[in-house]
C-alpha cells in the first residue's frame, strides 16, 4: 500500500500535472490533489501526493523536502489523518445566535 503526502508551500500557478512530473522522480504517483478554497476556487498553496510505496514515498520526502519547486521551497512529509469535525452552527455554549431577548424593564 502507497503512503499519501503532504505538499505544503506549493506556487499558486503550480498544476496537478506539474506536482506529479516532480514526484515522479522518485517514483510511482497514485494520485495528486491540489487544494483549493471552496468559496473562490483559488489554490491554498498545498496539497497531497499519494506514492505507490513506502519506500518511494520516503525517497521523495528525502529527495524534496526543502527543495525549490517553481521558485518556491515545498515542504513534504508524511500525511497525518484527517481529524473529524464537529458539525458547526450556533451554539449557547459558544455564545452563539440564541433566539433568548433581554429584559429592558419596559412593557
Known amino acids: 500500500m502507497g503512503k499519501r503526502l503532504y505538499v505544503g508551500n506549493i506556487s499558486?500557478?503550480?498544476?496537478?500535472?506539474?506536482?506529479k512530473e516532480l514526484f515522479s522522480k522518485a517514483g510511482e504517483v497514485v494520485s495528486t490533489k491540489l487544494v483549493k478554497d471552496a468559496a473562490?476556487?483559488?489554490?491554498?498553496?498545498?496539497?497531497f501526493v499519494e506514492m505507490n510505496t513506502d519506500a518511494e514515498a520516503q525517497k521523495a520526502i528525502e529527495m524534496l523536502n526543502g527543495s525549490s519547486f517553481m521558485e518556491r521551497n515545498i515542504v513534504v512529509n508524511e500525511a497525518k489523518p484527517q481529524a473529524k469535525r464537529e458539525r458547526g452552527g450556533p451554539s449557547r455554549e459558544r455564545g452563539g445566535f440564541g433566539r433568548e431577548r433581554r429584559s429592558t424593564g419596559r412593557r
Open 40 to 47: 473562490t476556487g483559488r489554490p491554498r498553496g498545498f496539497g
Open 12 to 19: 499558486f500557478q503550480a498544476s496537478e500535472d506539474d506536482l
